[in-house]
């Protein structure tokens, strides 16, 4: 919550396949794995807070298996969009074709 509002880029996934994610680098959120998955449905947001890949956001769009360079990852299961669910395809399309798209994460 104190990261509340939180702004900025997606960019398409590279290796997992339908899905979008922010890149966070080293960001330290204190946590570790916990209900971890690496088959996000669509709407779901992981994050996967480091290790063998670097610390990020994904958002699934479609069919997803959460993955880097370095093979199949697992990301916590944090949140799930459910009101305007039906807008994640067109998003995660242009996101493909038209590059980073701005995310606004806050509180309704």
């Known amino acids: 919550m104190k ?4 702004r900025q880029k997606v960019i398409h996934v590279r290796w997992s ?3 979008v994610w922010v890149p966070l680098g080293e960001f330290d959120l204190g ?3 916990e209900n971890h998955t690496s088959h996000p449905s669509v709407g779901d947001i992981l994050f996967y807070p480091g290790g063998f890949s670097e610390t990020e956001l994904l958002i699934a ?3 997803c298996c959460f993955a880097s360079k370095m093979g199949q ?3 916590n299961h944090f949140l799930t969009i ?3 669910r039906e807008h994640l395809r067109a998003m995660g399309v ?5 590059g980073a798209q701005d995310v606004l994460f806050e509180l309704a």
């Open 73 to 75: 990852l697992a990301g």
């Open 82 to 84: 459910v009101e305007g």
């Open 61 to 63: 769009y479609g069919s």
């Open 17 to 19: 396949g339908e899905g």
């Open 31 to 33: 946590v570790g794995f």
């Open 3 to 6: 990261l509340l509002p939180y």
């Open 94 to 98: 242009k996101t493909l074709w038209e």
